[in-house]
């Protein structure tokens, strides 16, 4: 299995534009987690879904953002508008279960 | 919200010797997993330990878990320079699988 893939690897953009990031989890994995690391706030869950549904979003900073599964191969998270402060390391991960995650190497985000 | 606090931030040795990493959390868990995470990469699952589980051993790594104190530790024996890396704890609430990671531990093991 090729693990988790996340497109782009490296992302840079101008604060306004829209910013779209994507993964495919593992076939076979019944939950997607999208993260957001920063030195000054580590680790951050922003979402994940089980079985393409969302199930708690509550990390989600603001309305900026959004994330959709329109099916069990592929999510998107999306920041519009993108700013500064939105730069990091967002990481996907998928699980069969829920526990156990698998990690993709992250796209990291830099907002101008 | 519950939070896993690695403690040390940052933990340097020679290469042979044992690393100690602590984990405390704030409220009641059902499972407490450790995480790696080279420099630039993706986290790497280590190990899992369940609430009822007191001791959990994979290869070189120990993993101790004490519920009444909310704290859990993770020993890595015999370190090698390619065990450099973060570490962080991870536990999720008793109610879904909403995963919290607390800052983590930089270890450098030193050739």
């Known amino acids: 299995d090729a693990g988790v893939i996340q497109s782009p690897r490296h992302e840079v953009t101008e604060m306004g534009q829209e910013v779209t990031l994507r993964c495919k989890p593992i076939s076979g994995h019944d939950y997607l987690f999208w993260y957001r690391q920063t030195m000054m706030r580590g680790l951050e869950l922003l979402i994940y879904?089980?079985?393409?549904?969302?199930?708690?979003d509550s990390g989600m900073p603001e309305d900026r953002f959004s994330a959709k599964m329109p099916n069990a191969s592929f999510s998107t998270l999306k920041i519009q508008p993108s700013e500064p402060r939105d730069s990091a390391v967002y990481f996907c991960a998928s699980s069969f279960g829920g526990i156990r995650q698998f990690f993709g190497p992250g796209t990291r985000l830099t907002v101008l | 919200s519950q939070q896993g606090e690695e403690d040390p931030q940052a933990l340097s040795i020679q290469e042979g010797e044992n690393a100690t990493m602590n984990c405390s959390y704030k409220?009641?868990?059902?499972?407490l997993q450790w995480y790696r995470q080279n420099s630039g990469r993706g986290l790497v699952h280590l190990i899992l330990?369940?609430?009822?589980?007191r001791e959990k051993h994979s290869g070189r790594l120990r993993v101790t878990l004490d519920t009444s104190k909310k704290s859990s530790s993770l020993l890595i024996t015999a370190s090698r320079a390619a065990d450099t890396a973060s570490y962080f704890c991870a536990t999720d609430d008793t109610g879904g699988f909403k995963t919290i990671f607390g800052a983590g531990t930089r270890l450098f093991v030193k050739a």
């Open positions: 330990i369940r609430s009822n589980e």
């Open positions: 879904f089980n079985n393409n549904v969302p199930i708690d």
């Open positions: 409220t009641s868990i059902n499972n």
